[in-house]
């Protein structure tokens, strides 16, 4: 028997795929009833589900011998986090102008960026080192995380944010899982500066990106990307780059599983700035001779760094992976912004800038058109919903209560 709508109440049975949602007959509500289901349906269940163990359903520690092969699993504090989507869709690679360009979403991470990744194997570290709390400076997505671990780890957590500057989702996530905030009337990097000292003097571990075990974890999204593209090599991965904790990473990743011989050619790394915060893409731009600081301004506050941490690993990658850096303006940001979220997928600002840059990049003719590139989106849509609010709330209409008032809405655009 094939599948039908049944009315709950009167029991008459509608086509499957009748444009309705109640009863023709009666008005009553409509259930799917599926009567016969395949033979085999056990078999292919336990297929397509084959990891059972919890740990090994972490997009992390799947790969744990690459990570933290000393963590027991007792030691280990994990969601589980990662395994998330590789995705495609046609209006946001027209708009770049690059016709095989797949996103990578780390946004459907735990706490809404890929920051779990690292997160999960510092505080991880933290435990085995016997630490009871953790501390960081962020400029949000950070502080999310590590009040998420802290919390499931039952360490304290402590954060330092840049005050009245920190993306309301991220803030809130924050205060939700019960860190202790510092709201520093300062900027990230003045953040930045005062945890590494007060984590010495208050005998926290600190789990910034410029801790080690953070940028082991998040290495897994380079080899996560490899490993659904069953090892075959994309020409380039783009990147949004702030503090330079995750180019580094990545770009360690993908010379590790050529070195591994995981890989057969290392992908390019495209590192993209915000041009109000690109000292990195000046430093590339004068083939790394000198480093520069800036003020950092940008509606990405994600990236909105000025002095990155992690400068010299991430020279080291872009020179390994034979890579680029260079920076898109806020209007690009949010131009890309734009078409993701119009295309059903979402992301905040700064990861909006890995689109931009690559429809830079091609516009430039450093990637080709027919070159296979993946580009990473850092963070979920609600991680900033002030941004999209503040621009007019496009798309609400308020109306009276009346059926005229809904039609003359919708008919008139
Ligand atoms: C942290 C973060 C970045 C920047 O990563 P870095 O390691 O600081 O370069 C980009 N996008 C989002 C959403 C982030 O949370």
Redesign the pocket.
Known sequence: MTATLRCSSCDARQPFDAPITRCPACGGLLEVDRPDQPADIAARFADRGRCTAWLSRSGVWRFRELILPEARDADIVSWPEGNTPLIERESVSNWAGCRRLTLKH??MNPTG???DRGMTVAVSQARRLGMTGVACAS????SASLAAYAAQAGLTGVVLIPAGRTALGKLAQTVAYGARILAVRGDFDACLDLVGRASGSLGLYLVN?INPFRLLG?RTIGFEILEDRRWRAPDWIA???????????IGAALLDAKRLGLIDRVPRLAAIQAAGAAPFAQSFAGGFAERFTVEAETV?T??R?GN?A?HDRAVAVIRGTNGVVTSVTDEEILAAKAVIDGAGVGC?P??AASVAGVRRLVAEGTIGRDDEVVAIL??HLL?DPEILLKAGGGGITEIDPTLAAVEAAIRNG
């Open positions: 780390e946004g960026s890929f920051k400029t949000g997505n950070t990106s998040q990147l949004p780059a702030g503090n330079l904790g995750n180019t580094s990473a990405a994600a990236i760094i990155p992690s905040e700064a990861s850092t963070g991680k």
